[in-house]
């Protein structure tokens, strides 16, 4: 199928005099009337493309399928393209996080999910099966190396520092780093790519400013705007991709994740953001969440179900070994199986890189 998602695709079509067959997402054609009402439109489909009522009419009677946009919504169900962090952080300067498009998105998501309106549901599958065709479209021909970790982790830390040094070195190596959007380890390693254009003396310049806003706990107000202070300091930095959830909407998206892939439903998330990490999986120190993301990344490499297994590194041999002892239970699993040359189990986070490359080639 054609899709269409800009004016400017849209303007590249019309010349044709026809868009059979097309699939035009979330463009504004308020300003095309004259162009849709002299093209062929059987069999297209207008996903959230606000039209006057002529054009509208034409479109309908000529064949076209037309899904229209829905009002006072606080997001928008087709949407052809990725979040940016300005975007779901848009009036924060004036009323402060709880006036975020990602605050009302949130506070959405809570008052229909209690109501079991259908009409809400229908809402959020739309959005999330168009945001997953977005991040297709973005991370092609990416190489992508997922890095997991727990929201717990503060700035100021070591652990902190340390994973924004991996995520600087893998964006060094060329690889993609994505994340599950969210603050803690997951923004350490999103704020390492950010930082990976610029020299040291950056990478602890920007940490000394974050320091100074530990955790989105209490204010996330506080906690957002000294990242955007980096931002804003440091311009034009390396991007990386986050996959937050609204499932976990108490857990804000980091603003250093260039490309933001935010979902309604969890399951999709996850699913979304394992499948999608070719250049492999690396998991740092965490709890019930980080969990159930290596058993996640497991499954399809024990059953070869998406190919040659991708590799997984465990990062910290007494949080894996002893405190939650998942290596051995992976380790068993993988016995006599390709995946077994594909696992890993590290001290450090500077053993990262050297063991990506070290199961890549096995």
Known sequence: MREIETLTEFDHVAVTGTFAGYRVQAVDLRDRTFALLVAETSQAVFLGCPMEP?????????GALVFPPVPEQPFDPYRATLYTPEEL?????????????????????????????????????????????ALDEELLGRRVVGVMGGHAMERGTESYAGTARLGRALTRKGLTVATGGGPGAMEAANFGAYAAPFDDLMLGKALTVLAGEPSFRPSVTD????????????????????????????????????????????????????????????????????????????????????????????????????????WPLLEALADGRPMARRIALVDSVADVPAALDRLDAA
């Open 54 to 62: 002529q054009a509208l009419a034409h479109v309908r009677a000529n």
């Open 89 to 133: 952080y848009g009036g924060l300067d004036d009323g402060g996080y709880p006036a975020t498009a990602d605050a009302r998105t949130y506070g959405w998501f809570q008052r229909t999910a209690a109501d079991g309106d259908i009409l809400a549901s229908m809402l959020r599958s739309i959005h999330d099966d168009a945001v997953g065709d």
């Open 223 to 326: 906690w957002a705007s000294a990242a955007f202070a980096v931002r804003e300091r440091w311009p034009d930095g390396g991007v990386s991709y986050g996959l937050p959830t609204w499932f976990y909407g108490h857990e804000p998206p980091n603003p250093f994740a260039g490309r933001i892939a935010k979902f309604f439903a969890n399951a999709t998330r996850e699913d979304g953001l394992l499948s999608r990490c070719t250049g492999g999986v690396v998991f740092l120190p965490g709890a019930a969440g980080t969990v159930q993301e290596v058993f996640d990344a497991a499954t399809p490499n024990y059953y070869e179900s998406r190919g040659r297994p991708a590799p997984m590194v465990l990062v910290d041999r007494d949080h894996w070994t002893t405190h939650l002892p998942v």
